[in-house]
């Protein structure tokens, strides 16, 4: 039983960097000034104007638009993590589906490069979900932050002064 509202961005940075998450859900949030986030806010504002944009879905999961309540979209500036991308729309996938809307697929956009990368729900996927989300469970309510990872995208990190310096 899941009793946390587990957001889109949570499951995000559970494939990023799980002390990140843990940074994030403490509201140690430093994003706002990171340059390559507000560089992604400015693609996500200016790259589809015409389509329906950010859908709130039960305050949790905020989805960069859903074309004919069946495909949503997620956007993204850069495939540089692109499996946490890729779980994170497969997140929201499920997520709406258990709530009774049938979304059949997702679609992750990078319009900086001019790509997409069809994203699809399996069964399996669903039990790893399912997995995935009580491991956030444990890692938020944990006292202490994760280990850093030592990684090349810490040096892009908005925490990296937290962790490093
Ligand atoms: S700097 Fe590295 S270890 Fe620290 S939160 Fe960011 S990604 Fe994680």
Redesign the pocket.
Known sequence: MICLRITGTMFYYYF??Q??LW?FVNNITLEQENENVLLGKLIDESSYGREDKQVLIDETVNVDFIKDWKVLHEVKKSKSIEEASMWQVKYYIYFLRQRGIKIEKGVLDYPKIKQRKEVLLTKQDEKEIEEILHSIEKIVIQEKSPE????K??RA?A??E???I
């Open positions: 990023v960097c002390r990140k940074y850093v990872i030592d990684s995208i810490c990190c925490y990296y937290f962790c490093y």
